[in-house]
């Protein structure tokens, strides 16, 4: 469209009567510092509320569809996520965004897991991180199976997006695909038509969270086993635990598991965190029913360990913790 102006990387697309627009980030600002969080030109940001209000003035009863590079701060899994002293989100657009509930902004940079719920976030306007075609991140969650503390060894299998649609009602139905299995994952994010009254915006907030809306994650109190070769030692040498755990059950998914182990002293001798496997299955329910792996601590037969196991949802509740007595 004519109002469009490349000059500062600001573009106003229409497709079959339903706007888009695209901001992008300064150059220089993109490698942001810590305090600044991705930064855009002040000509940019003017650009983007007064493309915003003349649109949604014209077409109150519409969405806007807008995209940018990063993910809005606090604003969707990955939105306050930070690595080294680089914030992986903006702080630059919300409050312009907030001024126009028909505004959905896709952003991203962080390349998260689409198949957390968090992904969506409504607070004042809609926003959604879109993962990446190319590969999957991580929060820094200093998970087993990493080669670095934002990457997951497997992180290369993991190739995701949106497909979004409208109606003809302006209800918009948001598809959540894996690309490598050629299937959708989960259930889609579905936006009521915008109101007056700001109600299409109450089904995706941080709410979602609340104890009164998610139910924590559960463990099996025999969650717990292992299996050593103390058999094959006297007392006071060294022996090798494999341990398995059940994975834990959840109204939706599990996120994440923490195993510690600590000695008769009350000190922590190991803590292996696993990152579950949501990211890599269409639902839920095909979720791994266990895991297996050996412990790394120094364990001596003749002594006496403790064993504490405990799981998290996608916003991070916890659950309740099973702990095991290990006597090799």
């Given amino acids: 469209e004519s109002d469009s102006r490349l000059d500062i990387g600001c573009v106003h ?8 627009l695209a901001v992008n980030p300064m150059d220089e600002g993109y490698r942001n510092t810590l305090a600044n969080s991705v930064m855009y030109t002040t000509e940019a940001k003017e650009w983007l509320d007064q493309t915003m209000a003349k649109l ?19 604003m969707a899994y990955g939105g306050e996520h930070t690595y080294t002293t680089t914030g992986w989100f903006t702080r ?68 995701s997006g949106y497909l979004v649609q409208v109606d003809g009602n302006n209800n918009v139905r948001i598809l959540r695909l894996n690309f490598g299995y050629k299937k959708e994952v989960k259930y889609p994010f579905v936006l009521k038509a915008p109101q007056a009254d700001g109600s299409h915006l109450l089904d995706y907030g941080w709410d979602r969270g609340s104890s009164e809306k998610n139910e924590a994650p559960v463990l099996a109190a025999d969650a717990i086993s292992i299996v050593d070769n103390s058999a094959e030692k006297a007392v006071g040498e060294q022996v090798t635990p494999r341990l398995t755990f059940k994975s834990g ?3 939706d998914q ?29 639902r839920p329910d095909q ?42």
């Avoid at 996120?255 to 269409?282: C, L, M, N, W």
Wanted: overall charge negative; aromatic content about 14%.
């Fill in 254 to 282: 599990i996120h994440a598991y923490a195993v510690s182990v600590r000695d008769d002293r009350g000190y922590i001798i190991e803590t292996q965190r696993v990152p579950a496997d949501f990211y890599k299955v269409k």
């Fill in 249 to 251: 059950t959840d109204d």
């Fill in 13 to 20: 697309q229409i497709v079959n009567g339903y706007h888009f």
């Fill in 287 to 328: 979720m791994k029913e266990q895991w297996s792996f050996t412990l790394t601590g120094k364990y001596d037969k003749g002594e006496t360990y403790e064993i504490m196991l405990v799981a998290c949802d996608d916003w991070g509740v916890a659950s309740n913790i099973v702990t095991y007595t290990y006597q090799p």
């Fill in 56 to 74: 949604t003035a014209e077409n109150p009863d519409q969405y806007v569809f807008v995209s940018t590079h990063p993910i809005m701060y606090g």
């Fill in 92 to 159: 630059e657009l919300n409050e312009i965004l907030r001024k126009y509930p028909q505004a959905v902004i896709f952003g991203g940079h962080v390349h998260f897991s689409i198949n957390s719920d968090t992904s969506i976030m409504q607070d004042g306007f809609t926003s959604l991180q879109c993962g990446s075609v190319n590969y999957m991140s991580n929060e820094d969650g200093e998970y087993r199976d990493s080669n670095a503390a934002v990457s997951l060894i497997d992180r290369e299998t993991v190739h």
